[in-house]
């Protein structure tokens, strides 16, 4: 059975840092890419980073360059998100997503808050 957790969401106050992870089981995790989106109320599900099954290559969101960090750990099947210098506009749910060719799953999301 497939399963995506994640884990490690809460509520940080501007400027803070936060770290967020997803557990993976059930298929190959070292032959997936990975990424991370982020869906506030009222809004659309954004890509917010990717990373290659070997982790050779990562892209990010223009919103989030530079603050945010992605990478992955094939060994323990986890891929995690580094959040620095959060802003507000970063609060939202995050989803992990597994992909590779037309298969992908998702995970069921963690709340992040960024509030003073």
């Known amino acids: 059975q497939v399963q995506l957790v994640e884990s490690g969401g809460g509520l940080v106050q501007p400027g803070g840092s936060l770290r967020v992870s997803c557990a993976a089981s059930?298929?190959?995790?070292?032959?997936?890419?990975m990424s991370w989106f982020r869906q506030a109320p009222g809004k659309e599900r954004d890509l917010v980073a990717g990373?290659?099954?070997?982790?050779?290559?990562?892209i990010y969101a223009d919103s989030v360059k530079g603050r945010f960090t992605i990478s992955r750990d094939n060994a323990k099947n986890t891929v995690y998100l580094q959040m620095n210098s959060l802003k507000p506009e970063d609060t939202a749910v995050y989803y992990c997503?597994?992909?590779?060719?037309?298969?992908?799953?998702w995970g069921q999301g963690t709340q992040v808050t960024v509030s003073s």
């Open positions: 997503k597994a992909h590779k060719g037309r298969v992908e799953y």
């Open positions: 059930g298929f190959t995790f070292s032959t997936y890419a």
């Open positions: 990373i290659s099954s070997v982790g050779g290559v990562t």
